[in-house]
């Protein structure tokens, strides 16, 4: 009865309960565990598209995107890899990320202009904020219109749609002293540089500069820089300009003379976007 009834468990489980004893014996388990070198090894299995990529980033010509390299903003050099396990393995000099520079790098570096070499500014010297960018900008100005704020020492070149690129800007007596609206009546690229005769009278070894002597060449070291834009009010020069500086440190700052001083960089910039007798604001 009770075997009758254990063998109808057994079917109805779907396997016979048999007990296999040669699991246990260790002839039979060293037998299976043995070594067979003569059993066909199964082919390795089909490339998949991934995989021609597999060692694509890899070696000394690529680019170190991520990696400390040197830079002309950082005085840091790319150290050694240490391989995993191994000695120190020197690694090629890789390329600078071009993430690892700031936006406006590119923006400031050394370029030629009008036969004259204008240097890289030092950027890691100079307060970001002051670096050309373009910005949001809300105003009811139209696009084209040029906007000088002296307390904040930007100026603005609206864009419309509420965006206006923005340039940092030094003042000196003179940007602080006109308030108003004006028009840039002409531009000029390289120009000479006069000082008014009020000036020549607080400083006179500057007489060999007037008017009647020609003024001064242009160049690096005039004080009008690369480019000047002259700003008139009903016809008459307000005797206010916008002009480049060969004195970068004094962008951001209020200086003891001259009017708007923008980085030759961005005056050139400016000096090409501003149209024919763009509209200014001085705030």
Known sequence: MLAASGLSLSVLGGC???????????????????PVWNEKVAPPPPATPADKFKNLFTGSRVQGYGMPATDP????????????GGPVAVMAAAQPSPFSRP??????????????TINALPLDRIDRRLLRQEVAYVTNERPGTIVVDTRAHYLYLVEGEGR????????????????????????????????????????????????????????????????????FKNGKDTLYRIHGTPDWQSVG?????????????????????AGERAEIVVL
């Open 16 to 34: 016979l309960f048999v007990t296999d004893t040669t699991r246990v014996n260790p002839d039979v388990f060293a037998a299976e565990v043995t």
């Open 73 to 84: 903003l950082t005085t840091s050099a790319m150290p050694a890899a240490v391989s995993p």
């Open 103 to 116: 936006p406006q790098a590119a923006l400031y570096q050394q370029t030629r202009d009008e036969g004259h």
């Open 164 to 231: 206006a690129m923005r340039y940092g800007v030094g003042l000196g007596k003179q940007g602080f002293a006109w308030q108003g609206r004006g028009t840039i009546q002409f531009k000029r690229k390289w120009p000479r540089w006069t000082p008014s005769d009020e000036m020549v009278g607080r400083q006179p070894d500057l007489k060999h500069f007037a008017s009647a002597e020609g003024g001064l060449e242009p160049g690096l070291n005039n004080p009008l820089g690369a480019r000047a834009l002259y700003i």
């Open 253 to 273: 700052k209020a200086v003891s003379s001259g009017c708007v001083r923008m980085f030759n960089h961005d005056v050139i910039d400016l000096y090409n976007r």
